[in-house]
């Protein structure tokens, strides 16, 4: 590091001369190399005053271009703005180099993830774009990006307000379970990202399980789970379901369980689960557990379709209803028509034959008449 730094300050690539801030500093690959680059700005943060620094190698690579480099990067209104035209200028298919005859395209990047810090008092960027997948050119939310162990992909959004770094960023993340950080002013978005990637591995188990739900069972609710949601309304047959909401901190016990269906589909499995709870066992996963206490098989994805659970409504003809499904169904075996809680309720209360008893109305079946 020591040599690389004594490299940078022997070769500036844009030359004006104040007392400067360092700003950035991060890594361009060129030729399969990696070059160490910095960029800094006056103590009055103007872009047409910044000066970048590099190694002689990536300096002699892009001498050719240092106009282009003035020109661009000088009229930058903001630090964001800069980043942007600077990465746009190396990846830029202009910058080659013609050698032994050949021409020859170097493919720059940067790499890592971004960061705040402290330099002498002052709050400046330390940007290493690999992990960055969205940043304002205000430079006030950022979104950075994560990978699990497990391969699955998370998003951290950062929102600064003016009293960072004082106080640390709003952090919004996909999480079941609030998410909180530990904060002091001398600390980094490097921090933060470090707290946010033990956070992703305590939540392991419990994504595991969800993904395994919703990788081998039919799932009717939530259409499209986020990792911040909990619940899961699983087909059983026919217009029967059972609701399991699981503890994201105790992913291995047995969940909340609500069946939905007609009586005589749903009585045997409550029954079921009752007799059997103690079987539960945590060492083997959430859905084998179910299955096991229910003494059944959910259907499977690779036989049947969402569309053999999926009922519309017997009321209004359609399956969602602002975004719900059917969840009330028929207790007539012969019948079973599943209808939506609002559409069913609002049939029953124009009937003169209904009647109801606090927050529950009775009725006869729009369809069986039972």
């Known amino acids: 590091m020591a040599g690389s730094a004594a490299l940078l300050r022997q070769c500036p690539l844009l030359l004006p001369q104040n007392r400067e801030r360092t700003v ?10 990696d070059f160490h680059i910095r960029i800094l700005l006056p103590m009055d943060f103007q872009m047409k005053n910044a000066r970048l620094e590099c190694s002689w190698h990536l300096k002699k690579i892009l001498n050719q271009y240092q ?19 600077l990465k746009t200028v190396l990846v830029s298919d202009r910058i080659c180099m013609w050698e032994r005859g050949c ?3 170097f493919g720059f990047h940067f790499q890592f993830f971004t960061a705040y810090c402290l330099v002498d008092g002052f709050m ?50 996909d999480f079941p379970v609030p998410f909180a950080i530990s904060w002091m002013p001398q ?48 087909a059983i047959g026919n217009n029967v379901s059972v609701s399991v909401e699981v503890d994201p901190r105790h992913p291995a016990m047995l969940p909340e369980c609500y069946f939905l269906g007609a009586d005589h589909a749903v009585n045997p499995l409550r029954a079921k689960l009752n007799d059997n709870m103690h079987l539960w066992d945590p060492e083997i996963s ?61 049939w029953l209360q124009g009937l003169p034959s209904s009647r109801q008893s606090f927050n529950v109305i009775f009725g006869e079946c729009p369809y069986c008449n039972k």
Not at 24 to 33: D, I, K, M, P, S
Not at 73 to 85: A, R
Not at 292 to 300: A, G, K, Q, Y
Request: glycine fraction near 4%.
């Open 24 to 33: 950035y500093e991060g890594f361009v690959t060129a030729q399969g190399r």
């Open 67 to 85: 106009h282009i480099l003035k020109q661009r990067l000088h009229s930058c209104p903001d630090l964001s703005s800069f980043m942007v035209e």
């Open 103 to 105: 021409s020859q395209s």
């Open 124 to 173: 400046c960027w330390v940007l290493f774009l690999r992990q960055v997948a969205y940043m304002d050119t205000g430079l006030t939310t950022i979104k950075l990006k994560a990978e699990d162990s497990c391969g699955r992909q998370h998003l951290i959004t950062l929102k600064f307000n003016a009293k960072y770094p004082t106080e640390p960023p709003d952090c919004l993340v």
């Open 187 to 234: 600390s980094s978005l490097l921090d933060i990202y470090n707290q946010f990637l033990v956070a992703l591995e305590s939540l392991k188990e419990f994504w595991d399980a969800m993904d395994e739900i919703d990788g081998k069972t039919w799932v009717l609710e939530p259409e499209n789970p986020t990792r911040s949601a909990t619940t899961r309304r699983i």
């Open 286 to 346: 959430l859905l084998q557990n179910l299955k096991d206490l229910l003494e059944i098989d959910f259907p499977s994805r690779a036989v049947l379709e969402k569309s053999d659970f999926a009922k519309d409504c017997g009321i209004c003809y359609a399956y969602r209803l602002n975004g719900t499904t059917p969840d009330q169904v028929c207790d007539e075996p012969r019948c079973g028509q599943p209808f939506h809680q609002a559409c069913l309720y609002e």
